[in-house]
Each structure stands twice: as structure tokens, then as C-alpha cells.
């Protein structure tokens, strides 16, 4: 989470058990209830909630937030949701010596909801220097109470991909909201160990 300036990145961390005869990766309902619980409780009532995950949405995942939601609607404002899937394996590539341009969108014309989202490639008009081949970002909208179309939902994605404030590399793939829940994702069974109960990480931010 960003605070209310955008200028400090919070990364909670917590672990959550399987429930049992289930499939797939998902945050149980009632540890979804109590992340967004606690979002509310220090952010206030906020305008929206966007969730980006790299898997799939359960269905026990949206009605806890919507549960949330709900509760934390009254009056004339009633946070709005955008439950955003950011698929990083994708077979979407671009190929050639003047290869394709960062930030460049394939709409699907027949679902609405989904599209093709270029992180990496040239930038501007000049030939790209950088190896690699620019890999695509699928992004699937599960749910969006907003007035945003999924081109304004990429270009929010794109615009995340540059609060990375630890690079100065002008191609970045993935946007903060995934690159540090993965970081932390990471580091969490060395966090939450009982040998590291006072252990606090922090970021180190190269500014030039």
C-alpha cells in the first residue's frame, strides 16, 4: 500500500494456511475480510480498491472484499473496486530489430475485460539497446465497479511500473504492486520465524 502522499510503499506480510480439499492459490475469506479490514482502519474510507494478483481471483476471495465493501459503504460515497489478474507468463512476444513500443495495448475485441500490455520494448522512436525480448503482461479484469475501461486500467498498470523508485532502467516489467508482494513473498518465512521476531526490513531507495 502507498500512503496518502504515494510516497511510502507498505508491505504487510502474513501467512495463511490451506484450507483443506481446495485448489489453486487464493487468500482464504476471512483472511481476505480482515486484510481489507485493516486497510480501512488506517487509511479511512478510501475512493477505491484496486487489487492486482499474478493468480487467478476465487470466488471466496471477491465476496470477501465485497463483503468489506459493503460495510465500509454509506451515504454518497461507496468505495468502488477494481479486482485486476496480472498474468507474468505469458506467450505474447514481440520480435524484429525495431521491436515493439513500451507501453503499446492489444484490446481483445471479443472479451472486453481482457488485454495485451507491453511493459518493456522501444522507448520512443529510437532503435532499442536493451537484450531481451519485450514480454507482454495479460490483464484479465474479474471485477470493476469504476468508470475506468480496461485501457485506462493498462495505462494505471504501466504508470506502476515506474514508482519502482530503485532503478533508473526506463524498461520495467512488472508494477510495484506485484514486484514487492513477490519480494516479500520471498522473505517472509525469514521474517516470521520465531528467530527474527524483532527483525524489520526496509527498502533502500537510490535516488540520483
Not at 489453486?24 to 492486482?52: C, Q
Amino acid at each position: 500500500m502507498l500512503d496518502r502522499y504515494g510516497e511510502h510503499l507498505v508491505t504487510r506480510v502474513r501467512l495463511f494456511k490451506k484450507p483443506p480439499l481446495t485448489r489453486g492459490l487464493y487468500v482464504p475469506h476471512e483472511d481476505m475480510y480482515n486484510i481489507l479490514k485493516d486497510m480501512f482502519r488506517t487509511y479511512g474510507k478510501v475512493p477505491f480498491v484496486a487489487i492486482h494478483k499474478s493468480s487467478f481471483f476465487a470466488k471466496e476471495e471477491v465476496r470477501a472484499i465485497e463483503d468489506v465493501l459493503r460495510e465500509y459503504s454509506g451515504g454518497r460515497v461507496k468505495p468502488g473496486l477494481l479486482a485486476l489478474h496480472i498474468k507474468e507468463d505469458t506467450i505474447y512476444k514481440s520480435f524484429g530489430d525495431f521491436s515493439i513500443k513500451r507501453g503499446a495495448l492489444l484490446v481483445d475485441m471479443l472479451k472486453s475485460n481482457r488485454a495485451i500490455l507491453f511493459t518493456t520494448g522501444r522507448i520512443g522512436e529510437k532503435e532499442r539497446r536493451r537484450l531481451g525480448t519485450p514480454r507482454a503482461l495479460e490483464l484479465s479484469v474479474y471485477t470493476n465497479t469504476l468508470s475506468l475501461d480496461v485501457k485506462m486500467i493498462a495505462e494505471q498498470v504501466l504508470a506502476l511500473t515506474k514508482l519502482d523508485w530503485n532503478t533508473t532502467e526506463l524498461e520495467i516489467r512488472k508494477p510495484i504492486t506485484l514486484k514487492y508482494s513477490h519480494k516479500a513473498a520471498r522473505l517472509a518465512p525469514y521474517m516470521l520465524s520465531e528467530d527474527t521476531e524483532d527483525l524489520r526490513v526496509g527498502d533502500i531507495r537510490d535516488l540520483m
